[in-house]
């Protein structure tokens, strides 16, 4: 199940990285039988785009791409379903423009790039998979007919360039791609959504560690990073908020009462804000447990966001329904 979650971290992902430069379709439908792609691309708003890097570039390769990313190594058949939905996606443009009395361009159809942690030697040669100047190590390119990429993670160099592919690998070097992340989020615009990402994604695999004694030991030390990276960003976007806030009020005004209510209202701010967090995340780890929020578990929400985080995580992690609806919800 650890994969389920990180194709949907990796949706959610792709998808907050993508959105200002283009049009994103998550799980997009395929017409000739019921088949989704993961991610489909059209770019819109190249500017800027290289700030993701070999990523960045992969995203304007085509007028439209699709990425499918993999927790584990992609196998033959996994490249071949991934490969058959690119040409249902082709053979459907082509039927549309030949129906509009138009031919179509071969710029005009999409490009395929499937994202694997690592990839067999057999798999590479097999495929006719080769390396070039222009992408460098770890991408690897399919004949030009057939309009695919894949992207070996492990096999990328360790630069600022591939970062946002890294943090879609696995273990040591999804670990490491995740702290470079972190130092670059302290000055990045998006370090709300950031933060979320992280927080999501640290719910589902906590609780999905409770459920799963097996899970491996990649996921269990990722949790570990991941929480202390939402800790620490917390405690910074605190800490900028907070000099916010006396920046504010010296400006503002001098007079202590308007002084002492500036403080008061960027208190309440930090304060509201906080328990917004931390609502998040109880509902995040609610919904994987229990797989929806529904009307009594939501009456428990407000009681628990009122506990820190340290308190409520083991609650929401190890009791079960029943013991939490009886824990906060009390007969009249």
Known sequence: MTRFIHDQF?????TE????????????????EVRQVDIFFTSTSPDNIEQLGILGKMGIYAASVIFEPFRNAVSKSEIRSCMGKLFDIHAEMERQNKRNDQRINETELPHLWIFTPTASEEIL????????ETWGQGVYLLGKVFKTGIVVIHQLPNTPETLFLRVLGRGKVQRQAVEELEGLA??????ENVIKLV??????????QQKEKDIDRDDQELIMKL?????????????EQRQQGRE???????????????????????????????????????QVRFGEVDPQLVQIIDQVTTMSREEFTP????????DLLARFIKDD
């Open 10 to 14: 990796s949706k959610q992902y792709l």
């Open 17 to 32: 990285l993508f959105t200002p430069y283009g049009q994103i379709e998550v799980s997009k439908d395929i017409t000739s």
């Open 125 to 132: 040669t097999g495929c006719n998979a080769t390396l070039t």
């Open 186 to 191: 302290k000055n990045n615009p998006h370090l």
């Open 199 to 208: 927080n999501d994604l640290i719910a589902m695999l906590s609780a999905r």
């Open 227 to 239: 929480s202390e990276m939402y800790q620490q960003l917390l405690e910074e976007l605190k800490e």
């Open 248 to 286: 504010e009020g010296r400006q503002e005004g001098r007079q202590e009462g308007r002084q002492e209510g500036k403080k008061e209202g960027k208190k309440e701010g930090q304060q509201e804000g906080e328990l917004r967090e931390r609502r998040a995340m109880v509902e995040s780890i609610l």
């Open 315 to 322: 609650l929401l992690l190890n009791l079960s329904r029943v």
